[in-house]
């Protein structure tokens, strides 16, 4: 803990070595927030199989501070988005997402989450989590090792590491706007493309007004 808190900028007696450590707000901060991530507890598919894995003792990510795995998205700050995101799905991901209190980070895991694996076009799945969620770390694969896993883990905490309470979004003076429920219907739709939908469909209307005006050949 000594190495990872003292600040090397300042010298320390050699008497008070074993009674003082100096450090600043931000590295004692990160410091117990990158070693406490508590994860959500829920699997979309089979990547969940290997997000299981990861917290056996053969790999055992207890290690990292991460072996609590939350059934309540009020006590969890890490999404593990282990799988296909379908279209039905999305809405509720989204919602867990908005109920989980801050600082919370999002990890997609595997080629579907990521980008839609190989379902990608597909008529129900999505192209990626990250079109309607902020996504911190991606991990390829097909479904990804638990070691893929594990190694995410530590990018995310790397990122902790680099974060300033001058900074993040959870400090500014600015309300906090929840992200829109996606809604499902003949297709997913995006609420916070409402105005984009409507500019096109205006177009739409009115290159079909003006085409019927045009005289017949």
């Known amino acids: 803990m000594n190495d990872q808190l003292n600040n090397p900028e300042y010298e320390i007696p050699p008497e008070m070595q074993s ?31 290997e997000m299981i894995c990861t917290a056996t ?51 997609a895991m595997g080629a579907c989450a990521s980008g839609g694996g190989p379902f990608k076009e597909g008529y129900n799945v ?5 079109e309607y969620i902020p996504v911190d770390v991606y991990v390829p694969g097909c479904p990804p090792t638990p070691q893929a896993l594990l190694n995410s883990f530590i990018v995310l905490q790397k990122k902790i590491e680099q974060q300033s309470i001058k900074h993040v979004r959870w400090y500014s003076k600015e309300p906090d706007q929840a992200i829109p429920i996606p809604i499902l219907g003949p297709d997913i739709m995006d609420p916070r493309q409402y105005d984009e939908i409507k500019r096109y469909v205006q177009e739409k209307q009115e290159k079909v007004a003006a085409e019927s005006l045009l005289p017949e050949a």
């Open 19 to 49: 009674q003082v450590t100096i450090t600043t707000l931000d590295k004692i901060y990160n410091w117990g927030r990158k070693s406490s991530i508590w994860p959500m507890m829920f699997g979309l598919a089979c990547c969940a199989i």
């Open 57 to 107: 003792s053969r790999f055992d990510f207890s290690r990292f501070g991460m072996e609590i795995m939350r059934p309540s998205p009020r006590q969890a700050d890490l999404m593990i988005v282990a799988g296909t995101v379908t279209k039905k799905m999305i809405p509720q991901i989204v919602r867990l997402y908005n109920q989980m209190p801050e600082p919370k980070y999002v990890i």
């Open 126 to 130: 999505v192209s990626g989590v990250d």
